[in-house]
């Protein structure tokens, strides 16, 4: 029995899906099943269902899933001592951003600098709704992520403040609100609005926005893509509710057809931190990381 065999098996059957675990394990669908077959074969049982979606565990595969999490976790802590003691970080660093992250923070920066100081390690980048960052740092599959947060600190993670900005107005340049210096919420009440998806934590402040003020949004089109919302609005499709750092110098066909107006009457902001699993629970790769953006924070 490999440890590798293992860490498939619990990505299987956490993510119940052999695509999704594939991916979450970065190796193919092909690979998965042998090292699925191979435990199997190991154990003289069978862990998983046949033919079943989403995919579901065997009475066996049941009890072999908390001994398995717990290998997991002793054989990360054990090498995490070695590596500590020896004083070379190496491994991996998985990290989770937001489509954002690079225009409104020096997160490539960061990345560079913490590549240059440990070069064994294997960084990796993914960029996913916030809700779904957080339960993968939560869970072991992610070691730190940027994410929006919604409603306080999650339970069993570090959480380091990086900025709050702005939601503005993005509208098309010989839009009337495009004249305004400023716009409330009321006046936006019988437009089209190209939004973000429901899972994503700013349209979840937004929705709430629109509420607490009882006012109803017609919603065009759902995108989950910040460069698509934005063609989208240059060419009319509706108006828009976006972080103020948006960058539209990535957008060439966006910086004369859009227009960035502030909102008033209403505090809509986008809180951007980085989390981390709390004490042990986090690699050394995720320590190392967040003591460098730390650093960075105070720096004058």
């Known amino acids: 029995m490999e440890l590798r065999h293992l860490r498939h098996f619990v990505a299987l059957a956490e993510e119940?899906?052999?695509?999704?675990?594939?991916?979450?394990?970065?190796?193919?669908?092909?690979?998965?099943?042998?090292s699925i077959r191979a435990l199997e074969k190991d154990l003289g049982a069978l862990l998983f269902v046949r033919g079943t979606r989403p995919v579901r565990l065997t009475a066996e595969g049941e009890a072999l899933l908390p001994s398995a999490r717990r290998t997991?976790?002793?054989?990360?802590?054990?090498?995490?001592?070695?590596?500590?003691?020896?004083?070379?970080?190496?491994?991996?660093?998985r990290i989770g951003a937001l489509q954002t992250t690079g225009h409104t923070l020096p997160f490539a920066s960061w990345l560079a600098e913490f590549a240059l100081a440990h070069p064994r390690v294997e960084i990796s980048v993914q960029q996913l709704a916030?809700?779904?960052?957080?339960?993968?740092?939560?869970?072991?599959?992610?070691?730190?992520?940027?994410v929006a947060l919604l409603d306080g600190d999650p339970t069993g993670l570090d959480v380091v403040?990086?900025?709050?900005?702005?939601?503005?107005?993005?509208?098309?340049?010989?839009?009337?609100?495009?004249?305004?210096?400023?716009?409330?919420?009321?006046?936006?009440?019988?437009?089209?609005?190209?939004?973000?998806?429901?899972?994503?934590?700013?349209?979840?402040?937004?929705?709430?926005?629109?509420?607490?003020?009882?006012?109803h949004r017609r919603i065009a089109c759902v995108v989950n893509e910040w460069s698509m919302v934005l063609d989208l609005v240059a060419a009319g499709v509706g108006i828009a509710l976006v972080p103020q750092g948006l960058d539209f110098t990535l957008h060439p066909r966006s910086t004369e057809a859009l227009r960035l107006v502030p909102l008033q009457g209403t505090s809509l902001e986008r809180r951007v931190d980085l989390v981390v699993p709390s004490g042990h629970a986090a690699s050394p790769a995720a320590r190392r990381f967040s003591e460098l953006v730390r650093s960075k924070l105070s720096a004058p």
Do not use: N
Request: with cysteine; glycine share 6%; charged share 20%.
């Open 161 to 215: 403040p990086l900025l709050a900005e702005p939601i503005m107005l993005a509208c098309p340049a010989d839009h009337p609100l495009a004249r305004e210096t400023a716009v409330g919420l009321v006046h936006l009440a019988d437009e089209r609005f190209v939004e973000a998806p429901p899972a994503w934590a700013i349209r979840s402040e937004i929705d709430r926005a629109f509420a607490e003020a009882g006012l």
């Open 16 to 34: 119940r899906s052999f695509t999704a675990a594939a991916a979450r394990e970065y190796i193919v669908q092909s690979g998965l099943s042998t």
């Open 130 to 146: 916030a809700s779904e960052m957080v339960r993968l740092v939560t869970d072991g599959g992610l070691d730190c992520a940027l």
């Open 72 to 93: 997991l976790e002793a054989a990360d802590i054990a090498r995490q001592t070695v590596q500590e003691v020896h004083g070379v970080l190496a491994g991996q660093l």
